[in-house]
């Protein structure tokens, strides 16, 4: 999911909604709804429309209106029931899916277990390379669907063919029900079956077992309370349309228009000329006016990103918590947001986002309270380097930001600190990778799914897939993974609560910003409400006639 | 004539295929290893490893420069253009870019033609005049403003404040949506066709053979519409060869700001992911319309100037 939302930069005030858009029930907004209207809502272009392949936010955007997930949040963001008619387990390793009778394709086709197991098997088959292949990393027997290549990437071999083509953890009990065995209990795993990856196919996608139709992909065919309209016009837009035999709850419109934009600022043009329903990000340039522009169409939500600095742990000069902690203390977060950010994220003093239960505030303490005299006398007591570095990526909008902090880390420090731009955040990955020295570095996190695990697990675990920094202790690896096989969620939250205070007193990151939803909407369409993974409800939309 | 108009068709294809090697080579060395092209494919998500092998062994990344060129070129021979890094088919990504902004280019060069060259002869009549005066402050201001501010301030006024045009032409878009971003695109050209045009008239007006035109006692219509004109236009000429290319990929920022899915914003977007056959795609079109707009400049020349031959 991280990508698209990562570099636009979002706006609040400070305490609005708490919850996505309580804004929105307004006993102002005037007009009965049109419920055959055709509502238009900007994207990008999608990179994929297969499932399990799609994990930026145009493209889960679209999948939103074509599918019907198994679970959905709600407004704790917990996970409850769609799709699924129950979703249950005694151990939190043997997961039995239930699925509700009368769903059905919009070919016709009924959901079956077999929609979900083939679509799953598919999406974790590696030869595939699907970009959600990761999500059934916790499934039984995913390392056999997966080949390493034997003299690495560069070199002439091919990989070898994985040993096994579907996952020995999923298997069918009747047409409508189904089970999922983990390798490792996992407590929250109902979440994370939230994800776009998670959506089943019907039998009419395949080409033969395991192999996709070609074309498929433009003319996908979902569970959802829309259906393709038409195919997908690639750089132009792609349109749905209420599927009159979907039995859950019935979208308030007719019809959706995604409007393919390439860049923001013209979506924002349309959307003052009333051409355009929905822009769900409000690009930086214009955020300031925005406001006057838009009046009560300019609304805000909470997002799950979360932007921080990373420190290289591997080399001598960050080695000591002491170090970073007094970094982490010279930098004065709200004035770089007010400055910068004209006060639209917030400032961050935790490791997890506030949109996860079990968040906690402030938990990061006095090493995220800025005072510059005792941050400078730590600094020197623990010997901190002369010179400090931020590396950036250049393409994606941090240049004022980095410089900001910087010239703080100057003052409040007395070190010299200079911002480096690498072209793309791919290069500055192949840095950090190869342990060239780069300084600190710029991160940030996009969550997969509701819960505390999927900003602890990957970010800071030993092995963790976006752990860049090497940032490695045991017991904090420990208490992670008691947390994921903890019998209840209110338990796990205590594991993983102990092992961010670890955190605190390790500080491999420094927390910066949690991201805000800063979206607009035309005179034309009412109620407006934008998730976590920055999707329009589309159940909630009503064109305003 | 003929065998002028043959010659360079078949230096053409040289070039073509020389403007193709160069560009995959330039884009093949700025290319970084496999892991990092794919993952500048998907911006900041984590790539796994199983991903990026299948992703390497599908586009030969892990291949030397020539064995891509060579499997480039077999299906360019087949006119096949190869698929992009996104899986989608170049050739299919060509034909749905390029009549877009064919249509954007000629609204462009044609208001371009219309006021420019009428202004640049007028101008150049009335030398030192009022009017020529007043057309060197508006080009000048014209060519001054660039048209990353032109643009957006054309879409905000006419498009948003007045309403006149829509704000954007989207992907299917129809002449009248493409007006707006056509006049932008073609108010840059403007400005150089009526200066090289009032020079070029200012120069003929003195020329010997226009004094002899006089003498003969021709009217004034004629003198100016048939012996000024004529050639007046050569240098006019070359230069609307040069800049139609020009605009086609100089729309990247006007079909940005209009949300117009054509040339320059696929090139952009190819530059900006790496993808050698998305870029070499577009730019082997763009040579070749280079190619045939100065192939027909040329032709213009002997239409003009009767006594350029072409043998």
């Known amino acids: 999911m991280r990508g698209k939302t990562l570099k636009m930069a979002v706006a609040t005030t400070a305490i609005t909604l708490i919850a996505t858009g309580c804004s929105s029930s307004d006993p102002d907004d005037s007009g009965s709804s049109n419920s055959n209207a055709v509502v238009s809502i900007e994207i990008a272009e999608p990179q994929h429309l297969i499932p399990s392949n799609t994990t930026e936010t145009s493209g889960a955007q679209v999948l939103a209106a074509l599918f019907s997930p198994l679970v959905d949040f709600d407004k704790d963001n917990k996970p409850y029931e769609v799709a699924a008619e129950s979703i249950t387990s005694t151990d939190n390793t043997l997961w039995t899916v239930k699925l509700k009778d009368g769903y059905t394709f919009h070919n016709g086709e009924k959901v079956t277990s077999d929609s979900y197991i083939n679509a799953w098997n598919y999406g974790a088959y590696g030869p595939n390379g699907q970009g959600g292949a990761y999500f059934w990393e916790k499934v039984d027997g995913y390392a056999d669907l997966q080949s390493t290549d034997p003299d690495g990437e560069e070199g002439p071999q091919k990989a070898p063919e994985p040993k096994a083509k579907k996952l020995t953890g999923l298997a069918k009990v009747d047409d409508l029900t189904f089970t999922v065995k983990l390798a490792a209990p996992f407590s929250e795993f109902k979440a994370v079956l939230g994800y776009t990856s998670f959506y089943p196919l019907p039998a009419a996608a395949w080409q033969s077992d395991g192999v996709l139709k070609e074309g498929f992909e433009d003319a996908i065919v979902g569970n959802g309370p829309f259906k393709l309209k038409g195919a997908w016009q690639h750089d132009q837009g792609i349109e749905v349309e209420k599927y009159d035999a979907y039995p859950g709850e019935k979208p308030k419109v007719g019809g959706v228009n995604f409007k393919i934009y390439q860049q923001l600022t013209s979506a924002y043009a349309d959307l003052q000329a009333d051409n355009l329903d929905v822009v769900k990000t409000i690009p930086t340039e214009v955020l300031s006016s925005a406001q006057t522009d838009l009046g009560d169409r300019f609304k805000q939500s909470p997002a799950s990103t979360f932007q921080f600095v990373a420190f290289p742990t591997f080399q001598p000069e960050f080695a000591k918590a002491e170090v970073r902690k007094a970094i982490s203390q010279a930098i004065d977060r709200d004035e770089i947001i007010k400055a910068v950010f004209k006060g639209s994220q917030k400032s961050a003093r935790s490791f997890v986002s506030p949109v996860v239960a079990g968040y906690r505030d402030n938990t990061c303490a006095d090493a995220c309270v800025f005072d510059a005299a005792k941050a400078k006398a730590a600094y020197t007591a623990a010997g901190g380097p002369a010179k400090l570095q931020i590396s950036y990526n250049g393409d994606g909008g941090h240049k004022e930001w980095v410089d900001a902090t910087c010239n703080q880390l100057k003052t409040n420090l007395g070190v010299e600190c200079v911002g480096t731009a690498e072209p793309k955040f791919a290069d500055l990955l192949t840095k950090v990778e190869s342990k060239t020295p780069v300084g600190m570095f710029r991160m940030g996190w996009v969550m997969d799914y509701p819960s505390m695990e999927n900003y602890l697990g990957p970010l800071y675990s030993t092995n963790g897939s976006s752990n860049y920094y090497g940032y490695s202790n045991p017991a904090f690896d420990a208490l992670v993974k008691e947390g994921a096989s903890a019998p209840s969620l209110d338990e796990a939250i205590k594991k993983y609560q102990a092992a961010e205070d670890i955190l605190v007193q390790d500080m491999p990151v420094i927390p910066l910003r949690f991201g805000q939803n800063t979206f607009g909407h035309s005179n034309k369409v009412k109620n407006v409400e934008i998730d976590l993974f920055n999707r329009v409800n589309l159940l909630k939309i009503e064109a305003v006639s | 004539m003929f065998r002028f108009i043959v010659r360079r068709l078949l230096q053409m294809v040289l070039t073509f295929f020389g403007a193709t090697l160069l560009v995959y080579a330039l884009m093949f060395s700025n290319q970084g290893s496999p892991a990092q092209v794919i993952q500048s494919l998907v911006g900041e998500r984590p790539v796994?490893?199983?991903?990026?092998?299948?992703?390497?062994?599908?586009?030969?990344?892990?291949?030397?420069?020539?064995?891509?060129?060579?499997?480039?070129?077999?299906?360019?021979?087949?006119?096949?253009?190869?698929?992009?890094?996104?899986?989608?088919?170049?050739?299919?990504?060509?034909?749905?870019?390029?009549?877009?902004?064919?249509?954007?280019?000629?609204?462009?060069?044609?208001?371009?033609?219309?006021?420019?060259?009428?202004?640049?002869?007028?101008?150049?009549?009335?030398?030192?005049?009022?009017?020529?005066?007043?057309?060197?402050?508006?080009?000048?201001?014209?060519?001054?403003?660039?048209?990353?501010?032109?643009?957006?301030?054309?879409?905000?006024?006419?498009?948003?404040?007045?309403?006149?045009?829509?704000?954007?032409?989207?992907?299917?878009?129809?002449?009248?949506?493409?007006?707006?971003?056509?006049?932008?695109?073609?108010?840059?050209?403007?400005?150089?066709?009526?200066?090289?045009?009032?020079?070029?008239?200012?120069?003929?007006?003195?020329?010997?053979?226009?004094?002899?035109?006089?003498?003969?006692?021709?009217?004034?219509?004629?003198?100016?519409?048939?012996?000024?004109?004529?050639?007046?236009?050569?240098?006019?000429?070359?230069?609307?060869?040069?800049?139609?290319?020009?605009?086609?990929?100089?729309?990247?920022?006007?079909?940005?700001?209009?949300?117009?899915?054509?040339?320059?914003?696929?090139?952009?977007?190819?530059?900006?992911?790496?993808?050698?056959?998305?870029?070499?795609?577009?730019?082997?079109?763009?040579?070749?319309?280079?190619?045939?707009?100065?192939?027909?400049?040329?032709?213009?020349?002997?239409?003009?100037?009767?006594?350029?031959?072409?043998?």
């Not at chain 2, 420069?65 to 006119?79: A, P, V």
């Not at chain 2, 763009?286 to 043998?311: C, S």
């Open chain 2, 48 to 311: 796994t490893p199983a991903q990026v092998a299948v992703l390497t062994e599908r586009y030969h990344l892990n291949e030397g420069f020539w064995t891509q060129y060579g499997y480039y070129m077999k299906g360019l021979l087949q006119l096949d253009f190869g698929t992009s890094l996104t899986g989608r088919p170049i050739g299919d990504m060509i034909a749905q870019a390029w009549p877009v902004t064919i249509r954007l280019a000629v609204i462009g060069v044609l208001f371009a033609i219309l006021f420019g060259v009428t202004a640049g002869v007028v101008a150049g009549i009335r030398r030192a005049g009022v009017f020529d005066n007043a057309t060197l402050i508006l080009t000048l201001l014209l060519i001054s403003i660039p048209v990353i501010v032109l643009a957006p301030l054309a879409q905000y006024f006419f498009g948003i404040k007045l309403s006149w045009f829509p704000p954007t032409a989207g992907g299917d878009p129809d002449w009248w949506a493409l007006f707006l971003p056509g006049l932008v695109l073609g108010s840059l050209s403007l400005a150089t066709y009526s200066r090289l045009t009032r020079t070029s008239v200012a120069e003929n007006l003195r020329a010997d053979y226009v004094r002899t035109a006089r003498a003969k006692g021709l009217p004034r219509s004629r003198v100016i519409g048939v012996h000024v004109l004529r050639n007046s236009l050569i240098p006019v000429v070359t230069y609307i060869g040069i800049d139609i290319g020009g605009l086609m990929a100089g729309a990247i920022i006007t079909e940005g700001v209009f949300n117009i899915p054509g040339v320059g914003f696929n090139l952009f977007r190819g530059i900006r992911t790496e993808d050698g056959p998305l870029v070499v795609g577009f730019v082997s079109l763009l040579v070749i319309v280079f190619l045939v707009a100065n192939l027909i400049v040329d032709i213009m020349y002997a239409v003009l100037d009767p006594r350029i031959r072409y043998e």
